[in-house]
């Protein structure tokens, strides 16, 4: 009987690992296709597209890509990335720690409802706001600069708030007690105690506002109007013109280098970004 529980348990294993398997090739293959285009000309994409390997491998399109258009380099596009995305993430997860502490760890007079107010800004979709949004930021005067794009990180984000306080309400008050009668403020509380406890909680939100704001494609659209100015996200947009030929293996090429920061951010810190997600702090 044992015997028969071990055959039926292998069988179940194989058979778990092989759809996972063939799931996960169906779910990569385009990806893989992508990256495989990019060092194919434009002809043998489509003439070829059924298969996956090229004929002969050639960087031509990277070294076509990389000049840009109308005398802008993909170098300065993945500048621009670079600083938005930079700027964005760090003024995100300061910003979400310092409201997740208040929320977590302070009492203030309307706490639920402002907690309330914090969860229902994080239901509400983007084009909802869209519009609002940008007639406030163009009687600004912000329209056409980073302003609209990079500001509004700084004033939190209602994903990371929530993820913060979930974990800063897991770390034992004993702590804070200990803190105080030490002579220790609120603030250096926050900063000697809570921040290095909530590492994993910082850098899942540091790797998913970077993420979020390197592929952001709409709020460039929206605002920025220099192509000195735009982002990889939407400078990629500029290989396609329905009106004349497209230069695909240009643009798979770009899309390619594209996704190398994200990857490497996702192989260096993916113990963090596990951790902030499958545990919620510091058990008392």
């Known amino acids: 009987m044992k015997t028969g529980y071990k055959e039926k348990r292998m069988i179940f294993t194989v058979t778990y690992h092989v759809f996972t398997f063939f799931f996960a090739c169906v779910m990569i293959y385009p990806l893989a296709w992508m990256i495989m285009s990019s060092f194919k000309n434009t002809n043998e994409i489509f003439r070829t597209a059924a298969n996956l390997l090229p004929e002969r491998f050639s960087l031509e399109n990277y070294r076509v890509g990389w000049q840009g258009f109308a005398g802008y380099g993909f170098g300065n596009f993945f500048k621009n990335s670079f600083y938005i995305a930079g700027v964005s993430t760090a003024g995100a997860v300061i910003s979400s720690a310092i409201v997740g502490y208040g929320f977590a760890r302070i009492q203030f007079k309307f706490k639920g409802f402002w907690f309330s107010c914090m969860l229902l800004a994080m239901m509400l979709p983007f084009q909802v706001i869209m519009i609002p949004q940008y007639i406030i930021f163009n009687k600004l005067g912000w329209v056409g600069s980073y302003l609209p794009l990079i500001l509004p990180q700084f004033f939190g984000q209602g994903f990371f708030i929530f993820l913060n306080i979930q974990f800063i309400k897991g770390i034992p008050y004993d702590l804070d007690e200990a803190a105080r009668m030490d002579g220790c403020s609120i603030y250096s509380i926050f900063i000697q105690i809570i921040l290095p406890l909530i590492k994993p909680s910082l850098v899942t939100s540091a790797i998913f506002s970077f993420m979020w704001r390197w592929d952001d494609f709409l709020s460039a659209l929206l605002y920025l109007s220099d192509p000195l100015k ?18 695909w293996g240009a643009m798979f090429a770009m899309a390619t280098l594209s996704l190398v920061p994200i990857f490497l951010i996702f192989l260096t810190m993916q113990k963090y970004l596990v951790e902030g997600i499958a545990s919620t702090g510091i058990k008392g």
């Open 230 to 247: 735009y982002p990889v996200s939407y400078a990629l947009k500029m290989f396609s013109d329905p009106t004349a030929g497209s230069d």
